[in-house]
């Protein structure tokens, strides 16, 4: 028997887990955000991608079952952007977040105390972020490098500010506060970072569909809506890793665990926000929907308008929110 003929149908553009409800986006996003994916090949995600067009047109690879065509689906939202279907940048993708995250918070909470290093951490995860605010921005349309550089140093700078400011108010409180400095600025930065580094789609609106893919137009409102709902997922993705550990490490401290081992605190952080990130990264990711669903009455005129144009007229429209 053919393969083509022993597959099921099945709409390959939506996650075999019911997006509707959180437990089911949270299997979707601990599939899509595997670190593991990193370490794929461009030749095994060519392939994946064959699978999964190859799948779509009716003639799936001879062999190919449907649970690796769902792998493929996987290992392709991973790392294809979902509206340009091209190749994001390794280290922008969300399958990158857990070991880059691992690293930067890790070090963040251990070099608190030296002003340089508050500096270079901050710095360096900033630019991290707009690599990654960039390549999940939501639409097809690039960002013109002039607007791009600016969102850039606006962004990195506004974090810096934040982190320095922060830490001289800490230095005069409990040293868990001080522990603490670092997600605050975090928290800080992303309402900075991801506006700037997405502000062309809220200066000119993002693209809305209805549930059958049907264009609506684009929506301002929308792209305000999309940034937003990022901004709390990946605070939330932040926080256990770097509120948690501090806590942990006080408690550690304060019984001499670790005296006769003055090394141990760096590895123990990095170990304990990695595992810690392993979870929260798409937990955080899962709390909105990625196909976000708006009421259409919340939208332009212009929206609502060519909405009504359509039989019956759709209730709630959708938008690629980005991550």
């Known amino acids: 028997m053919d393969s ?3 597959l099921p149908e099945i709409n390959i553009d939506t996650p075999r887990w019911d997006q509707r409800s959180y437990w089911g986006r949270c299997k979707y996003f601990f599939a899509v955000t595997n670190p593991l994916n990193v370490l794929k090949t461009d030749e095994q995600l060519d392939a994946a991608k ?8 009716g003639k799936p690879p001879p062999g190919v079952t449907i649970n690796d065509v769902y792998k493929a689906k996987d290992l392709v939202d991973s790392a294809f952007h979902p509206d340009t279907g091209e190749k994001m940048i390794l280290f922008g993708r969300m399958s990158a977040q857990v070991p880059m995250n691992m690293l ?3 070090c963040m909470i251990t070099f608190y105390k030296s002003i340089y290093a508050v500096i270079f951490w901050q710095w360096f995860n900033q630019s991290f972020n707009a690599l990654v605010n960039y390549t999940n921005r939501s639409g097809s349309e690039s960002i013109p490098p002039q607007q791009l550089f600016k969102s850039y140093v606006s962004a990195t700078g506004g974090a810096l500010a ?3 400011t922060l830490n001289q108010v800490a230095k005069k409180s409990p040293a868990v506060v001080g522990r603490l400095v670092p997600f605050a600025a975090v928290a800080a930065a992303n309402c900075i970072n991801i506006p700037l580094m997405r502000y062309k789609e809220l200066e000119e609106g993002i693209t809305v ?4 893919r049907n264009e609506l137009g684009k929506s301002k409102k929308a792209a305000v809506e999309a940034v937003s ?5 990946r605070i939330a993705m932040c926080a256990p890793g770097m509120v948690l550990t501090p806590f942990l490490m006080e408690t550690i401290e304060k019984r001499g665990l670790i005296k006769r081992f003055p090394w141990l605190p760096a590895p123990l952080q990095l170990i304990c926000c990695g595992l810690l990130l392993t979870f929260s990264t798409p937990m955080g990711c899962a709390i909105f929907p990625q196909s976000y669903p708006i009421p259409i009455s919340k939208l332009e ?3 609502q308008k060519n909405s009504n144009k359509l039989s019956p007229s759709p209730v709630f429209a959708f938008c690629n929110k980005g991550l």
């Not at 709902?229 to 997922?233: C, L």
């Open 104 to 106: 930067i918070t890790g």
């Open 50 to 57: 064959k699978i999964v067009e190859s799948y779509k047109q």
């Open 209 to 212: 569909y209805d549930e059958n």
């Open 229 to 233: 709902t990022v901004i709390v997922s």
């Open 4 to 6: 083509d003929e022993s």
């Open 162 to 164: 934040t982190a320095l």
């Open 301 to 303: 005129e212009t929206i």
